[in-house]
Structures are given as C-alpha cells and as structure tokens.
C-alpha cells in the first residue's frame, strides 16, 4: 500500500517542540513507512506477517552521537474497505511506567488526518481491537474512544467517561479477577501487569471489543491535543542503553555519511553545470555546431 506521510512533517515538528518543554532534547517523535520501514524498525513491533503500512516511533536520544529508536512504538494497518486505521502498540521494557504509550496514542489521534494513501484517500477512523479491560480502560478513559455496547453499559449505569474506571471495564469485559487486590491504582502499572498473568488464565481472554475514533469528530482531535500536552511523563534516565544493539543509531556517521553524499552531489551538479554553461569565444557554445563537426568528421 502506497502510503504519504509528507503532510505529517510540520506537525511532528511541533510535537517534538512540546516534549522538548518535557524532557529537552532527550525524547523525539518520528514517523516511518515504505522503504523507511527498515528490519530494525519492524523489530520493534508485535508484527510478524509485515501487515504493517506505518510505524510513528519515540526515540530516546541518549547523547549527541546516538539514539535508540523506537523505544515505544504504534503500528498501524489501514483498512481500505472503511478507510480506517487498526493499531498496536509495543514499548521496551526498560522504558515502561512513563507514558509514553499515552504520548504516542494522542499523537497517532493527531497525525492520521494528514496521512493519505493510495492516491490521496483520506483516513476516517481510528480502530482498537481492545483484548483485555485495561485496554478499553485507557481507550475510553483518555481518548473516549466508542463502542455501542459499551455506551449502552455505561448509560444504564450512570457512568461517563470521567467517572469510568477498570472496575467498570472489567465488569462490562465479564472477567473474574477477584483473586487479585480490590484497590486499582490507574498509575501502578506493576498492578497491570499482575491483572494480565491474571487474565491469560481467564477463558474469556482476548475477545476483542471494538473502539472506534471517528477522526471527523474534531472533539477527538481537541481531546489527543490537550493530553499531549498537559501529560506528565517521566523523562530517561541516564545511563540508559538501547535494550537491542540494533536499536541504536549512531547520529555522527549517518550525517557524515549525508553530507558526503550531498558533497559527491553537488559536485557533480556543478560539473554538469560547467559543461551546459560552457562558453567559446565569448559565446555560448552552440551544441548543434559541435554535432556537425563530429558528424563531418
């Protein structure tokens, strides 16, 4: 699927703005697809059939020389039947209980109305098939994120989305997990972790739930930009190295790398410049008298 992803520059731009007020220079967002879709990348993804048409990255600059790329992670395939974008998300180990999940989700909520595909189709909605209650806990807690059964739940039971909490998602999921603690703090992602060994013995587990983003809804828009921005995550340590060697991208090589080859380019447009503009006698050289020399000759 031809994917264009141009549109995204000057937003990306201003995003990595925003973590700069956040973390300085540490933190940056970028975005991959096509040919940019490189073995590395890929590797940071849960894909394994290369299902994937774009891949938005943040990386952690770890010095002025190296970055480890695509410390967490959204990938995304697009759906050309409804126009719509399903998603996954993955972040490294090392690099968990700081947000950057949530960081990553509002950014992908803003980006997708500047990427087209396929000749200049537009991308409707945004699409998570939500597998357990903490998925669809964040979906809707933060991004309000629709379901109609789950919308017909929560009306029956006075709930909206600010009042939502796991209980609620887990209740509406139909999952038992009475064996783990009764206090649930949204912030204790070691608790998640407990509630997803939890789950994977649960029958039930991973029947997906469908939420929909419609990207046509500017209050979605307006809602993923307010949580950029006003997000507390916590910024890397130091001394932190990439979790894969493969990960880490050496900065000063690559850009001498570039600017050799925009060296080696434009001697060569100077050169072919210099023959085009060369002159003889004060005149332009005529291309055509050299022609019938040759010929004549």
Known sequence: MNVNIS???????????????????????????????????LSETYDKN????????????ISEDSVCECVSSISCKINSVDNSVEFSSKTN??????????????????LCPYITYNRGKSINSIVSNAINPISIYLMVKYFNAYNTRLVAYMNENGITNEMLTYKHAEDFYNQDISEL?????????????????SLKNNSKFGN????????????????????????????????????????????????KKRSSRLSDYNLRSTSI?????????????????????????
Request: charged share 30%; glycine share 4%; proline share 2%.
């Open 7 to 41: 549109r995204t520059e000057r937003l990306i731009k201003k995003l990595n703005n925003i973590l700069m007020t956040k973390c300085g220079e540490l933190l940056f967002i970028s975005i991959y697809s096509g040919i940019n879709l490189t073995p590395n990348i």
């Open 50 to 61: 290369n299902q994937i048409d774009f891949i938005i990255c943040l990386n952690h600059k």
């Open 93 to 110: 180990e090392i690099y968990e209980k700081k947000k950057y999940n949530l960081i990553l989700r509002s950014a992908l909520i803003m």
């Open 181 to 197: 603690d009764d206090a649930y703090d949204s912030d204790d992602e070691d608790y998640e972790a407990r509630m997803m060994e």
């Open 208 to 255: 997906p739930v469908k939420l929909t983003i419609d990207l046509h809804d500017e209050t979605y828009i307006i809602n993923a930009k307010n949580l950029f921005n006003n997000i507390e995550i916590i910024c890397p340590g130091e001394g932190v190295e990439c979790s894969n060697k493969s990960d880490l991208r050496v900065n000063v090589q690559s850009s």
């Open 273 to 297: 410049l210099s023959k085009k503009r060369k002159i003889r006698g004060g005149k332009r050289y005529n291309r055509s008298k050299r022609y019938k020399r040759l010929k004549r000759g």
